[in-house]
């Protein structure tokens, strides 16, 4: 059982960054790492994800090159940089932990509670 909690969200203006951190009870070293995140109105979506080791990672395209991923397993915490915020990246970001390399959130067993993050124009 791993237990997931975000951090870091907050307020920030269009063109500015803000990192996350997402903290887990147990080890993650055996598990795929994914972040998502919820607009509201809007269905959840892929962020990207981290492998095991975290020597791979991916993203959705449309967010390729602002957004980075990296894992510290000896800490068991993943983090989500993100840069250039744009106002349309405000949600509710969400870690999940899972045994695949996926962007189906259904793959994904552990999920966090969420972070809001809201960018100002």
């Known amino acids: 059982q791993v237990q997931l909690v975000e951090s870091g969200g907050g307020l920030v203006q269009a063109g500015g960054s803000l990192r996350l951190s997402c903290a887990a009870s147990g080890t993650i070293s055996s598990y795929v790492m994914g972040w998502f995140r919820q607009a509201p109105g809007k269905e959840r979506e892929f962020v990207g994800g981290?492998?095991?080791?975290?020597?791979?990672?991916y993203y959705a395209d449309s967010l390729k090159g602002r957004f980075t991923i990296s894992r510290d397993n000896a800490k068991n915490t993943v983090y989500l940089q993100m840069n250039s915020l744009k106002p349309e990246d405000t949600a509710v970001y969400y870690c999940?932990?899972?045994?695949?390399?996926?962007?189906?959130?259904?793959?994904?067993?552990?999920w966090g509670q969420g972070t809001q993050v809201t960018v100002s124009s």
């Open positions: 999940a932990a899972g045994p695949m390399f996926t962007t189906r959130k259904a793959d994904y067993r552990y």
């Open positions: 981290i492998s095991r080791s975290g020597g791979s990672t």
